[in-house]
Protein backbone atom coordinates (compact mmCIF):
# COMPACT_ATOMS: atom_id res chain seq x y z
CA UNK A 1 0.00 0.00 0.00
CA UNK A 2 1.15 3.55 -0.71
CA UNK A 3 1.94 5.82 1.79
CA UNK A 4 -1.05 8.21 0.61
CA UNK A 5 -3.02 5.01 0.26
CA UNK A 6 -2.71 3.98 4.28
CA UNK A 7 -3.44 8.17 4.96
CA UNK A 8 -6.81 7.68 3.04
CA UNK A 9 -8.12 4.99 5.32
CA UNK A 10 -7.56 7.03 8.08
CA UNK A 11 -6.44 4.04 10.11
CA UNK A 12 -6.21 6.58 13.39
CA UNK A 13 -10.13 6.59 13.51
CA UNK A 14 -9.93 2.61 14.03
CA UNK A 15 -7.43 3.20 16.74
CA UNK A 16 -8.81 1.81 20.46
CA UNK A 17 -9.10 5.12 22.75
CA UNK A 18 -7.13 3.10 25.53
CA UNK A 19 -4.19 3.61 23.11
CA UNK A 20 -4.16 7.35 25.15
CA UNK A 21 -4.76 6.60 28.49
CA UNK A 22 -0.96 7.82 29.60
CA UNK A 23 -2.05 11.20 27.69
CA UNK A 24 -5.35 11.50 29.19
CA UNK A 25 -4.83 13.47 32.29
CA UNK A 26 -3.33 15.82 30.38
CA UNK A 27 -5.70 18.59 29.33
CA UNK A 28 -6.27 19.94 25.60
CA UNK A 29 -8.24 21.74 23.23
CA UNK A 30 -7.93 18.77 20.38
CA UNK A 31 -11.12 16.88 20.04
CA UNK A 32 -10.54 12.86 20.06
CA UNK A 33 -9.95 12.34 16.45
CA UNK A 34 -7.25 15.03 16.31
CA UNK A 35 -5.68 13.61 19.22
CA UNK A 36 -5.49 10.00 18.37
CA UNK A 37 -4.24 11.46 14.80
CA UNK A 38 -1.51 13.30 16.97
CA UNK A 39 -0.75 9.65 18.13
CA UNK A 40 -1.16 7.64 15.15
CA UNK A 41 1.18 10.01 13.46
CA UNK A 42 4.22 9.81 15.68
CA UNK A 43 3.40 5.77 16.10
CA UNK A 44 3.14 4.95 12.89
CA UNK A 45 4.25 7.66 10.01
CA UNK A 46 7.16 8.95 11.46
CA UNK A 47 10.63 7.42 10.68
CA UNK A 48 12.99 8.98 12.77
CA UNK A 49 14.42 11.13 9.84
CA UNK A 50 13.73 14.45 11.96
CA UNK A 51 12.37 16.07 14.99
CA UNK A 52 8.87 17.17 16.31
CA UNK A 53 7.86 20.88 16.37
CA UNK A 54 4.61 21.40 18.15
CA UNK A 55 3.68 25.07 18.12
CA UNK A 56 0.77 26.14 20.22
CA UNK A 57 0.73 23.21 22.76
CA UNK A 58 -1.66 25.08 25.45
CA UNK A 59 -1.15 22.69 28.75
CA UNK A 60 0.72 20.26 26.84
CA UNK A 61 -2.21 17.82 25.64
CA UNK A 62 -0.66 17.92 21.98
CA UNK A 63 2.74 17.15 22.85
CA UNK A 64 1.46 14.04 25.58
CA UNK A 65 -0.65 12.57 22.29
CA UNK A 66 2.75 13.01 20.25
CA UNK A 67 4.74 11.44 22.83
CA UNK A 68 2.83 8.25 23.81
CA UNK A 69 2.92 7.64 19.97
CA UNK A 70 6.51 7.88 20.06
CA UNK A 71 6.98 5.96 22.85
CA UNK A 72 4.72 2.96 21.64
CA UNK A 73 6.18 3.37 18.28
CA UNK A 74 9.81 2.76 19.48
CA UNK A 75 10.73 6.06 17.95
CA UNK A 76 13.52 8.28 19.35
CA UNK A 77 12.17 11.34 18.21
CA UNK A 78 12.43 14.29 20.26
CA UNK A 79 9.41 16.90 20.90
CA UNK A 80 10.06 20.82 20.70
CA UNK A 81 6.96 22.26 22.09
CA UNK A 82 6.13 25.42 22.03
CA UNK A 83 3.64 28.12 23.53
CA UNK A 84 3.48 31.05 26.55
CA UNK A 85 2.23 29.15 28.87
CA UNK A 86 0.94 31.30 30.85
CA UNK A 87 -2.84 30.98 32.51
CA UNK A 88 -4.13 34.34 32.76
CA UNK A 89 -7.99 33.85 32.80
CA UNK A 90 -8.97 32.76 36.27
CA UNK A 91 -11.85 31.43 35.31
CA UNK A 92 -9.20 28.94 32.97
CA UNK A 93 -7.42 28.00 35.75
CA UNK A 94 -10.39 27.00 37.82
CA UNK A 95 -11.37 24.78 35.28
CA UNK A 96 -7.99 23.64 34.73
CA UNK A 97 -7.12 22.72 38.13
CA UNK A 98 -10.88 21.18 38.62
CA UNK A 99 -9.71 18.56 35.52
CA UNK A 100 -6.61 17.95 37.85
CA UNK A 101 -3.62 20.07 36.83
CA UNK A 102 -1.03 20.35 39.64
CA UNK A 103 -1.62 23.92 41.22
CA UNK A 104 0.54 27.01 40.45
CA UNK A 105 1.54 30.34 41.40
CA UNK A 106 -0.23 33.07 39.48
CA UNK A 107 -0.23 32.63 35.67
CA UNK A 108 3.09 30.57 35.52
CA UNK A 109 1.95 27.06 34.58
CA UNK A 110 5.00 25.39 32.83
CA UNK A 111 6.03 23.72 36.36
CA UNK A 112 2.34 21.96 36.49
CA UNK A 113 2.87 20.83 32.23
CA UNK A 114 6.45 19.55 33.32
CA UNK A 115 4.98 17.41 36.06
CA UNK A 116 1.98 16.42 34.06
CA UNK A 117 4.45 15.89 31.05
CA UNK A 118 7.10 13.98 32.98
CA UNK A 119 6.35 10.55 32.08
CA UNK A 120 7.76 11.42 28.72
CA UNK A 121 10.83 13.94 29.92
CA UNK A 122 13.78 12.57 27.87
CA UNK A 123 11.96 13.38 25.17
CA UNK A 124 10.14 16.34 25.30
CA UNK A 125 11.52 20.09 25.63
CA UNK A 126 9.57 23.28 26.50
CA UNK A 127 10.16 26.77 24.93
CA UNK A 128 8.16 29.26 27.14
CA UNK A 129 7.73 32.64 25.80
CA UNK A 130 6.76 34.28 22.09
CA UNK A 131 6.95 32.00 18.91
CA UNK A 132 7.66 34.97 16.94
CA UNK A 133 10.46 35.83 19.13
CA UNK A 134 12.56 32.26 18.57
CA UNK A 135 14.43 30.62 16.02
CA UNK A 136 15.46 27.23 15.09
CA UNK A 137 18.34 25.38 14.57
CA UNK A 138 17.74 22.06 15.72
CA UNK A 139 17.89 20.30 12.33
CA UNK A 140 15.19 18.95 9.75
CA UNK A 141 11.56 18.38 11.10
CA UNK A 142 9.51 15.35 10.27
CA UNK A 143 6.04 16.58 11.73
CA UNK A 144 5.43 20.69 12.43
CA UNK A 145 2.25 21.20 14.41
CA UNK A 146 0.64 24.75 14.01
CA UNK A 147 -1.69 25.58 16.54
CA UNK A 148 -0.61 29.18 17.26
CA UNK A 149 -0.91 31.07 13.45
CA UNK A 150 -3.42 32.81 15.51
CA UNK A 151 -1.87 36.17 13.52
CA UNK A 152 -0.78 36.73 10.56
CA UNK A 153 2.20 37.55 11.24
CA UNK A 154 2.62 34.72 13.79
CA UNK A 155 1.91 32.68 10.81
CA UNK A 156 4.96 34.09 8.48
CA UNK A 157 7.28 33.89 11.33
CA UNK A 158 6.35 29.89 11.61
CA UNK A 159 6.80 29.72 7.64
CA UNK A 160 10.14 31.58 7.74
CA UNK A 161 11.54 29.86 10.64
CA UNK A 162 10.10 26.20 10.01
CA UNK A 163 9.70 25.72 6.55
CA UNK A 164 12.95 25.37 5.13
CA UNK A 165 13.58 22.26 7.85
CA UNK A 166 10.87 20.50 6.13
CA UNK A 167 12.12 17.18 4.47
CA UNK A 168 10.70 16.99 1.30
CA UNK A 169 8.83 13.96 0.43
CA UNK A 170 8.42 13.36 3.93
CA UNK A 171 7.24 15.57 6.43
CA UNK A 172 4.20 16.43 7.01
CA UNK A 173 2.38 20.18 8.38
CA UNK A 174 -0.32 20.14 10.52
CA UNK A 175 -2.22 23.34 10.45
CA UNK A 176 -4.76 22.67 13.22
CA UNK A 177 -7.19 25.67 12.38
CA UNK A 178 -6.66 25.47 8.58
CA UNK A 179 -10.47 26.02 7.92
CA UNK A 180 -11.08 28.12 10.89
CA UNK A 181 -13.06 31.00 9.60
CA UNK A 182 -11.16 33.51 12.23
CA UNK A 183 -7.62 32.55 10.38
CA UNK A 184 -8.51 33.17 6.52
CA UNK A 185 -4.38 33.66 6.31
CA UNK A 186 -3.53 30.25 6.82
CA UNK A 187 -4.86 29.40 3.44
CA UNK A 188 -4.00 31.96 1.94
CA UNK A 189 -0.25 31.61 2.34
CA UNK A 190 -0.66 27.52 2.01
CA UNK A 191 -2.18 28.62 -1.34
CA UNK A 192 0.63 30.62 -2.22
CA UNK A 193 3.42 27.71 -1.47
CA UNK A 194 0.66 25.67 -2.84
CA UNK A 195 3.97 24.20 -5.68
CA UNK A 196 5.50 22.78 -2.75
CA UNK A 197 2.94 21.19 -0.37
CA UNK A 198 -0.21 18.12 -1.25
CA UNK A 199 -2.83 18.43 0.89
CA UNK A 200 -3.21 14.35 2.29
CA UNK A 201 -5.23 14.77 5.09
CA UNK A 202 -8.78 15.86 6.45
CA UNK A 203 -9.15 15.83 10.13
CA UNK A 204 -12.37 16.83 11.79
CA UNK A 205 -13.84 19.90 11.62
CA UNK A 206 -10.79 22.22 10.78
CA UNK A 207 -7.65 20.30 10.82
CA UNK A 208 -5.83 19.61 7.59
CA UNK A 209 -2.21 17.82 6.99
CA UNK A 210 0.33 18.86 4.20
CA UNK A 211 3.05 16.84 2.81
CA UNK A 212 6.12 18.79 1.91
CA UNK A 213 6.70 17.74 -1.55
CA UNK A 214 9.81 20.35 -2.41
CA UNK A 215 12.32 21.95 -0.64
CA UNK A 216 10.97 25.98 -1.20
CA UNK A 217 13.35 28.55 -1.89
CA UNK A 218 13.20 31.98 0.45
CA UNK A 219 12.13 34.05 -1.62
CA UNK A 220 9.19 32.34 -2.51
CA UNK A 221 8.46 31.62 1.53
CA UNK A 222 9.30 35.83 1.78
CA UNK A 223 6.80 36.51 -1.15
CA UNK A 224 4.24 34.62 1.00
CA UNK A 225 4.06 36.55 4.24
CA UNK A 226 0.61 37.45 4.43
CA UNK A 227 0.61 39.90 7.59
CA UNK A 228 2.29 42.82 4.89
CA UNK A 229 -0.33 41.94 2.05
CA UNK A 230 -2.63 43.79 -0.02
CA UNK A 231 -6.07 42.95 -0.29
CA UNK A 232 -6.10 41.92 -4.01
CA UNK A 233 -3.27 39.07 -3.97
CA UNK A 234 -4.86 38.15 -0.36
CA UNK A 235 -7.96 37.48 -1.37
CA UNK A 236 -6.69 36.16 -4.90
CA UNK A 237 -4.82 33.54 -2.72
CA UNK A 238 -8.27 32.46 -1.24
CA UNK A 239 -10.32 32.47 -4.24
CA UNK A 240 -7.61 29.95 -6.13
CA UNK A 241 -7.03 27.36 -2.67
CA UNK A 242 -10.99 27.74 -2.90
CA UNK A 243 -10.76 25.94 -6.48
CA UNK A 244 -7.94 23.77 -5.59
CA UNK A 245 -9.16 22.13 -2.41
CA UNK A 246 -12.53 21.86 -2.85
CA UNK A 247 -12.65 18.22 -4.62
CA UNK A 248 -11.49 17.11 -0.94
CA UNK A 249 -12.58 19.39 1.56
CA UNK A 250 -16.18 20.50 -0.39
CA UNK A 251 -16.94 24.47 -1.67
CA UNK A 252 -18.18 25.19 1.44
CA UNK A 253 -15.78 25.64 4.24
CA UNK A 254 -13.60 27.46 1.81
CA UNK A 255 -16.49 29.93 0.88
CA UNK A 256 -16.97 30.41 4.52
CA UNK A 257 -13.32 31.53 5.02
CA UNK A 258 -13.27 33.82 1.72
CA UNK A 259 -16.29 35.29 2.96
CA UNK A 260 -14.76 35.86 6.07
CA UNK A 261 -11.52 37.71 4.51
CA UNK A 262 -13.95 39.86 2.27
CA UNK A 263 -15.93 40.99 4.75
CA UNK A 264 -12.87 41.84 6.41
CA UNK A 265 -9.51 42.13 4.85
CA UNK A 266 -7.31 44.28 6.77
CA UNK A 267 -7.93 42.34 9.89
CA UNK A 268 -5.22 39.57 10.12
CA UNK A 269 -5.97 38.19 14.10
CA UNK A 270 -8.02 35.90 14.81
CA UNK A 271 -9.23 37.80 17.94
CA UNK A 272 -9.90 41.29 16.22
CA UNK A 273 -11.66 39.32 13.32
CA UNK A 274 -13.89 37.43 16.12
CA UNK A 275 -14.80 40.53 17.59
CA UNK A 276 -15.29 42.06 14.11
CA UNK A 277 -17.75 39.69 12.88
CA UNK A 278 -20.09 39.35 16.60
CA UNK A 279 -20.50 43.43 15.78
CA UNK A 280 -21.31 43.05 12.24
CA UNK A 281 -24.01 39.74 13.42
CA UNK A 282 -25.19 42.11 16.45
C1 LIG B 1 -5.66 26.35 20.54
S1 LIG B 1 -4.34 26.48 21.64
C2 LIG B 1 -3.41 25.07 21.40
C3 LIG B 1 -4.06 23.79 21.81
C4 LIG B 1 -3.09 22.65 22.03
N1 LIG B 1 -2.45 22.21 20.84
C5 LIG B 1 -3.76 21.52 22.76
O1 LIG B 1 -3.42 20.37 22.55
O2 LIG B 1 -4.62 21.78 23.60
C6 LIG B 1 -3.34 27.72 20.91
C7 LIG B 1 -2.12 28.03 21.72
O3 LIG B 1 -1.26 28.86 20.94
C8 LIG B 1 -0.54 29.67 21.83
N2 LIG B 1 0.01 30.82 21.10
C9 LIG B 1 -0.62 31.62 20.21
N3 LIG B 1 0.23 32.55 19.76
C10 LIG B 1 1.41 32.35 20.38
C11 LIG B 1 2.67 33.00 20.35
N4 LIG B 1 2.88 34.07 19.57
N5 LIG B 1 3.66 32.53 21.14
C12 LIG B 1 3.45 31.45 21.95
N6 LIG B 1 2.29 30.77 22.00
C13 LIG B 1 1.28 31.23 21.24
C14 LIG B 1 -1.57 30.07 22.88
O4 LIG B 1 -0.94 30.41 24.09
C15 LIG B 1 -2.42 28.80 23.01
O5 LIG B 1 -2.05 28.02 24.11
Same mark, same amino acid.
Given at each position: MTQQALLDTAPWQGLDPTVLASADPVPTMLNQEERQMYYWLARDYLQDAGTIVDLGSYVGGSTACLAAGCEAGGKSSAIHSYDRFE? %?? !?? &?? !? &?LLSLGVPDFLDADILPAIQTMLSPWKSRIHLYPGDIRKMGWSRGPIELLIIDAAKHANTGDHIASTYFPHLIPGRSLVVHQDFLNIRQPWIAAQMSLLSAYFEPVILCGQDCMVFRNIAKIPDNVIAHAQIAPMKTAPYLKALRKITETLAPMVGQRPLR &??? @?? !? @? !? %?PNIRSAHQLARAMKQKNS
Open positions: I %HN !AE &RK !A &R &RIL @KS !A @K !A %H
